[in-house]
Structure formats: C-alpha cells, structure tokens
C-alpha cells in the first residue's frame, strides 16, 4: 500500500497525519518470546551478537515476519554505545547489563570516551542491510537517554532505589551534569549513525527516568535528553521518548522535543494526549495482560484503540517490553486485531470526503 518507509502508516501516525490502519509494533518484539531467536542466538553472547551485522539484521527481521507489525527495530542494546566507548561491561542473561567498575568519580567520567561512527561501524553495517532487507517497513533506532545510561554506569548494574545515581545527582551536580552531558553527545551520536544510514524513526529510551519527581527530571535530566532530540531535529525523522512509571512527566519528555511520547500502561491514552500537547502518543497495553485468555486481551487492545483516538496520532505498542514468556501467537494475533479493528474506510475501499476518517474525537488536522 504505501511507496516508501516515509509513507508508512507508522511514520505518518507519528506525524499525526491520517492512516489507513492504526500502526503497531513492540518493545522487545526480538527476543526470547521468538523460539527461532532462542534457536539463533545459542552459544552467542547478547554484546557479541549485537556486533555481527548478518545476526543482527536476521534478528530484526525475525519478528516483522512472523507478527507483520508495521516497523522493525534495530537489535541492539542500550549499553552497545558505552562499550563501543570503552565500558567494560556485559549483559547478563535475567539481569541485564553489569558494569566492573562504576563510574562514580569525576576521573571515572572523565575517562568515557565520546564515540564517534567509526566506534560502531558494526551498527552502521547492520542498518544497511535492514534497510535494503525492510522495502516498506520502516526500521526504527533507538538509544538508551542519559540518565538511564547513567543509572547503569553509576550503580554498576540494574537497581530499585537508585540511591547511588541520586547521590551524585544531588550531592555532587556539576560532575552530575558533565557525565550527563557526555553521555548525551555519546547518544546523540550513536543515534545520527542510525539515521545517516537509513533508520527511518528514533526511539530515546529513559526507561528509569519515573524514578524521578517532575522538578528533578526537569532540573537534572531535561536538558541532556533536549540535546539529544533537538540534536537530531534537522534529520526529518520521527523522535519517539519513551519511560516507564512516566505519569508525572509526560509533558517534559515531550517538551524535551518529541514528536511521539511513549506512554506505559498506567496511564489512559485519553489522558495522556492531555499531557503533551498535541503530540502522538504510543502505547500502551499492559504487556502482563497477554498472560490472560483471548477474550481479555482483545477487549484490553479495544480499550487501548478507544482510548488513543484522543491522540492527533497513535501507535500502537505494550506499555513496556514484550515479557520473554510471551506466547508469539497471541502478538500475531494482537497484530492483526489492532489493523481490523482500526481501519478505515478508505483503507477499506469506501470513498471518502478526504477528511481524516480516524481519530475522529481528535485535536484537529495537521
Ligand atoms: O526488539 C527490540 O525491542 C530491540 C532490542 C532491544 C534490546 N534491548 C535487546 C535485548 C532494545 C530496544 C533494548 C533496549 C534496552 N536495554 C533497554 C530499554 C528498553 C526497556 O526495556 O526499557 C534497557 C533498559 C536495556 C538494558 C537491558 N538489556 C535489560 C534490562 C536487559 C534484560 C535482561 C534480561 O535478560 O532479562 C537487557 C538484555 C537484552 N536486551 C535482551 C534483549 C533481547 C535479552 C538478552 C538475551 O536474549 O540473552
């Protein structure tokens, strides 16, 4: 149906221009819930697969194949850009990346290096093949923002409290905002290599970022995160922000220049256009849900499509990753559940004025 990624129902739902189907994808949609990436990835490490071009782009494709969602993004991790920086660090398997030596002194933070395209080559490698593979299908990057970066790099590893990471943020705020500062030009420049060679849209994950309050959030960690999406407000792609527990900032993370603002699964759509005036929204299905009968799930996935026509643009996704027990059927399932229930008329076939024929309670046109 569509010409080109930039035609893509996703990439216009971004926009808020109108589509003929509600655009849906997944947070985690390759990983352990696909046998064939469990199959695929035996005796091969997570950083180490993140380096192997061919890997990376059959891993990426796995999930448009099987689900036909409506974007693909990049396998890679949040923590591929700190090792290219020279990190020492690893992910482990049902924890998630460890760092050997946290970096809590102003000569710790002195030492990460600021990557530059040649650090990631191997990242550049694989987006071109995707790109070539997708045709149509948009492929989304992605990085991780600077505090969640930073709350890793500080902590050492994943946390509840975050009490180290609060201790320098408080404690210590210059060299809070020169790690910060460094880890958004690391970003900034991980995600221009993404988009030079061909990603069509930008996720910034600041998955930690709720645990903060919305005066510290915009004290502390506001300004890193504009830098990195206004960094890249020239590129002509879509900037989706996303975080979890985000309720209170919704409003900054858009501000901090969003095109999309991520929304996990407790807060309603309706109310979160309210929040972030104007922009799409995507979300935001309650990725525990999928565990219930069919029924549930499918009146749970209504309940979302209902509630994201307040939104000038939705895209569809879970309010957080795809948990690794996931049955794939019921993402297949979901998939194609969110395109019937969301088309339109014109999609359909049926002659329309033009006008937009979804989101018809919405903010108005473009
Ligand atoms: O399909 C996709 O969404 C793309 C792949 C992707 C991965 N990590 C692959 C991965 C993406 C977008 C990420 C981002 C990421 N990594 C985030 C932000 C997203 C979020 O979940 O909030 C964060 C916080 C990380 C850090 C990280 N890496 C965690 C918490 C874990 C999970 C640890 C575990 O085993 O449960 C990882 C490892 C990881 N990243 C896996 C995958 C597929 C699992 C490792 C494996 O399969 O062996």
Redesign the pocket.
Known sequence: MSSSPDESAFVRACRGLDVPHTPVWF??????SLPEYRKI?EGVG?LESCRRPELVTEITLQ?VRRHGVDAA???????VPLAAAGVDLD???????VVAQPVRTADAVDRLRVITADDVDFVARAVRLLVAELGDTPLIG?A?APF?LASYLIEGG?SRTYARTKAMMYGDPELWHRLLSRLAEITLNFLRVQVSNGASAVQL?D??AGALSEADYRRYVLPHSTAVLSGLAGAGVPRIHFG?GTAMLLGAMGEAGADVVGVDWRTPLDRAVAAVDGRAVQGNLDPAALFAPWPVVAQETQRVLAEGRAARGHVFNLG??VL?DTDPDVLTRLVELVHRDSETGAAAGVVSSGAHTRHPGGRGGA
């Open positions: 947070m985690r949609q390759a990983g352990r990835r997570m999930p993004i990049l396998f890679s991790d949040i923590v992910i482990v398997a049902g924890t998630g990346p992605f991780g969640t994943p994950f998955s930690w979890v957080h990753g690794p």
